[in-house]
C-alpha cells in the first residue's frame, strides 16, 4: 500500500473575534478537504502569536488605533513563529491566507518568499467602500459631504451606493479610520483575494473589485454552506430549539444582535414591550454582560418568548418555526440568514452593518430597516409586517428565490463551487 502523501499547510491568520474566527475557520475546513492541511478538526494546529499590544489597550486607543498600533508591533512576533513552523516541519508552507485586517503577516511572506493571499470576511460591497475611502481626504470630505447633493451622488457607478452611505460612522476620527482603509486595501505582494460572498449576491461590486486589483477576486461564499465547523468562542444554549419544536411554522421572529453589540436597558424594554404586543413568539439572544431585563419585563416576556444567552445560530435559522430574524446585519448573519431563506429586521449598530442593511431592504429587498422606530409601537409595527403581512410573504418569497440561486452556486458546476476549485489550482501552481 502506497504511504498517502503528506498535506501541504496553509497557515490561517484570522482577526482574534467571532465574526473573523468563524468564517476563516470554514475555509480552512473546505481547503484541508481539497488536499491541504490548515494552521481537533485533526487537521489543524493552533499556534498562538506571542501579544505585542494588550487587548486592554482597545478602551485607551478606540478600535482603529488599536488595530493600526497591533499590526506595527505584530510583525516582529508572526515573522518568528513562521521561522519556527518551517524549522520544526520543513517548508512545507503552500501559503499564507491572512484577514485583511490582520495585514502585518505580509511581510513575513515576503521575508520568507512565501505566497500570500487576502481574505475579507465583509461583503465585497464594503471591500469597494474601502477602496473608495482610502482615496479621499479626510478634512475635503467632511466639507464635500455637506453638500447634499454629492451625499447621493451614486459611488462610481454602483447603484444604488451613494457616497452618504460610505460606511464611516462608528469608528472614530475620519482621518484614522481612512488611515486605516489604506492599509485594508494595500495588496503589497499578495496574488490574490478571497472574499466571503457569492456573485449571484455582488456581481457588480465584484466586477468592480476585480478591476481595481487587478489579481484574482475569489467569492468562495458562503463558507458555512461549503464547510461547517464548529467554531464558536461562546457556549451554544441548545435548549431554544426544543423550545422552538413546539412553536407553529415561520410563527417566531429571531432576534440576535452578534457577540460584540451591546445596548442600553431603556432600548432592551422598549423592545420587550414591543415584542410582547405583537403577540408572537419569539427566541431572543441576550448576552451575558449586556444589560438584563428587568424582573416584571423578564416575567412578562416568558409568557410569549424564550431567552438565551447564546443561540445555535444556524440551527435556528433553518428551523421551520422561524419566520424572520431581527439582526445587528453583520455579514455572517446576513449569509446565513439569505441561505435558510429567512427575512430581516434590521437593526444595524456601525458603519458595516448599515451597509448590508441597505442591501438587505432595498436591494434584495428581502427585509426592512428600523429607522427611528425603536419604541415598543415600532417595533410590534415591525415584526408584524415581517411574520403576519402580505408584505413579509413577498420579502419571504424573494429571500427563498435567493437561496435556491446561492444553493445553485456552491453545487458542482456553480460559481461559487469554480471559485474554490480555481483557488485550489492557483495554490497548486504557487
Given at each position: 500500500?502506497?504511504?498517502?502523501?503528506?498535506?501541504?499547510?496553509?497557515?490561517?491568520?484570522?482577526?482574534?473575534?467571532?465574526?473573523?474566527?468563524?468564517?476563516?475557520?470554514?475555509?480552512?475546513?473546505?481547503?484541508?478537504?481539497?488536499?491541504?492541511?490548515?494552521?481537533?478538526?485533526?487537521?489543524?494546529?493552533?499556534?498562538?502569536?506571542?501579544?505585542?499590544?494588550?487587548?486592554?489597550?482597545?478602551?485607551?486607543?478606540?478600535?482603529?488605533?488599536f488595530l493600526i498600533k497591533l499590526n506595527e508591533t505584530s510583525?516582529?512576533?508572526?515573522?518568528?513563529?513562521?521561522?519556527?513552523?518551517?524549522?520544526?516541519?520543513?517548508?512545507?508552507?503552500?501559503?499564507?491566507?491572512?484577514?485583511?485586517?490582520?495585514?502585518?503577516?505580509?511581510?513575513?511572506?515576503?521575508?520568507?518568499?512565501?505566497?500570500?493571499?487576502?481574505?475579507?470576511?465583509?461583503?465585497?460591497?464594503?471591500?469597494?467602500?474601502?477602496?473608495?475611502?482610502?482615496?479621499?481626504?479626510?478634512?475635503?470630505?467632511?466639507?464635500?459631504?455637506?453638500?447634499?447633493?454629492?451625499?447621493n451622488k451614486v459611488v462610481e457607478n454602483l447603484y444604488p451606493?451613494?457616497?452618504?452611505?460610505?460606511?464611516?460612522?462608528?469608528?472614530?476620527?475620519?482621518?484614522?479610520?481612512?488611515?486605516?482603509?489604506?492599509?485594508?486595501?494595500?495588496?503589497?505582494?499578495?496574488?490574490?483575494?478571497?472574499?466571503?460572498?457569492?456573485?449571484?449576491?455582488?456581481?457588480?461590486?465584484?466586477?468592480?473589485?476585480?478591476?481595481?486589483?487587478?489579481?484574482?477576486?475569489?467569492?468562495?461564499?458562503?463558507?458555512?454552506?461549503?464547510?461547517?465547523?464548529?467554531?464558536?468562542?461562546?457556549?451554544?444554549?441548545?435548549?431554544?430549539?426544543?423550545?422552538?419544536?413546539?412553536?407553529?411554522?415561520?410563527?417566531?421572529?429571531?432576534?440576535?444582535?452578534?457577540?460584540?453589540?451591546?445596548?442600553?436597558?431603556?432600548?432592551?424594554?422598549?423592545?420587550?414591550?414591543?415584542?410582547?404586543?405583537?403577540?408572537?413568539?419569539?427566541?431572543?439572544?441576550?448576552?451575558?454582560?449586556?444589560?438584563?431585563?428587568p424582573e416584571e419585563i423578564s416575567k412578562m416576556v416568558s409568557?410569549?418568548?424564550?431567552?438565551?444567552?447564546?443561540?445555535?445560530?444556524?440551527?435556528?435559522?433553518?428551523?421551520?418555526?422561524?419566520?424572520?430574524?431581527?439582526?445587528?446585519?453583520?455579514?455572517?448573519?446576513?449569509?446565513?440568514?439569505?441561505?435558510?431563506?429567512?427575512?430581516?429586521?434590521?437593526?444595524?449598530?456601525?458603519?458595516?452593518?448599515?451597509?448590508?442593511?441597505?442591501?438587505?431592504?432595498?436591494?434584495?429587498?428581502?427585509?426592512?430597516?428600523?429607522?427611528?422606530?425603536?419604541?415598543?409601537?415600532?417595533?410590534?409595527?415591525?415584526?408584524?409586517?415581517?411574520?403576519?403581512?402580505?408584505?413579509?410573504?413577498?420579502?419571504?418569497?424573494?429571500?427563498?428565490?435567493?437561496?435556491?440561486?446561492?444553493?445553485?452556486?456552491?453545487?458542482?458546476?456553480?460559481?461559487?463551487?469554480?471559485?474554490?476549485?480555481?483557488?485550489?489550482?492557483?495554490?497548486?501552481?504557487?
Amino acid at each position: 500500500m502506497k504511504k498517502r502523501a503528506e498535506k501541504r499547510r496553509i497557515v490561517l491568520v484570522p482577526l482574534p473575534l467571532q465574526g473573523h474566527i468563524t468564517p476563516m475557520m470554514q475555509l480552512g475546513q473546505a481547503l484541508n478537504l481539497k488536499g491541504f492541511s490548515s494552521h481537533n478538526f485533526p487537521d489543524f494546529e493552533f499556534v498562538t502569536i506571542p501579544e505585542s499590544l494588550p487587548v486592554s489597550e482597545i478602551e485607551a486607543f478606540g478600535p482603529v488605533e488599536f488595530l493600526i498600533k497591533l499590526n506595527e508591533t505584530s510583525e516582529a512576533n508572526f515573522k518568528n513563529c513562521i521561522a519556527q513552523l518551517l524549522l520544526q516541519q520543513g517548508n512545507d508552507i503552500a501559503c499564507i491566507i491572512y484577514d485583511d485586517l490582520m495585514y502585518f503577516s505580509e511581510a513575513a511572506a515576503k521575508e520568507f518568499k512565501l505566497p500570500s493571499i487576502i481574505f475579507s470576511t465583509t461583503s465585497v460591497t464594503h471591500k469597494v467602500c474601502c477602496c473608495v475611502l482610502s482615496k479621499l481626504n479626510a478634512s475635503k470630505f467632511l466639507i464635500d459631504m455637506e453638500d447634499h447633493e454629492l451625499q447621493n451622488k451614486v459611488v462610481e457607478n454602483l447603484y444604488p451606493l451613494s457616497y452618504k452611505d460610505l460606511p464611516t460612522s462608528g469608528f472614530g476620527p475620519l482621518e484614522l479610520y481612512l488611515e486605516l482603509c489604506k492599509e485594508v486595501v494595500n495588496k503589497r505582494t499578495a496574488s490574490a483575494v478571497i472574499i466571503n460572498t457569492t456573485s449571484c449576491l455582488e456581481s457588480s461590486s465584484l466586477s468592480w473589485l476585480q478591476q481595481e486589483f487587478k489579481i484574482p477576486v475569489y467569492p468562495l461564499g458562503p463558507l458555512h454552506i461549503t464547510a461547517s465547523v464548529p467554531s464558536s468562542l461562546l457556549e451554544e444554549d441548545r435548549s431554544c430549539i426544543e423550545w422552538l419544536n413546539k412553536q407553529k411554522p415561520r410563527s417566531v421572529i429571531y432576534i440576535s444582535f452578534g457577540s460584540l453589540a451591546l445596548m442600553e436597558t431603556k432600548e432592551v424594554v422598549e423592545m420587550a414591550w414591543g415584542l410582547y404586543d405583537s403577540n408572537q413568539p419569539f427566541l431572543w439572544v441576550i448576552r451575558s454582560g449586556s444589560e438584563s431585563l428587568p424582573e416584571e419585563i423578564s416575567k412578562m416576556v416568558s409568557e410569549k418568548g424564550y431567552i438565551v444567552k447564546w443561540a445555535p445560530q444556524q440551527e435556528v435559522l433553518e428551523h421551520r418555526a422561524v419566520g424572520g430574524f431581527w439582526s445587528h446585519c453583520g455579514w455572517n448573519s446576513t449569509l446565513e440568514s439569505i441561505v435558510e431563506g429567512v427575512p430581516m429586521i434590521c437593526r444595524p449598530f456601525n458603519g458595516e452593518q448599515k451597509l448590508n442593511a441597505m442591501y438587505i431592504e432595498s436591494v434584495w429587498r428581502i427585509g426592512i430597516q428600523l429607522k427611528g422606530e425603536e419604541e415598543r409601537g415600532g417595533v410590534k409595527r415591525a415584526v408584524k409586517r415581517l411574520i403576519v403581512e402580505e408584505e413579509g410573504a413577498c420579502m419571504r418569497e424573494r429571500a427563498h428565490g435567493l437561496r435556491e440561486k446561492i444553493k445553485a452556486s456552491v453545487r458542482c458546476g456553480g460559481a461559487s463551487y469554480n471559485a474554490l476549485d480555481e483557488l485550489v489550482k492557483f495554490l497548486n501552481t504557487e
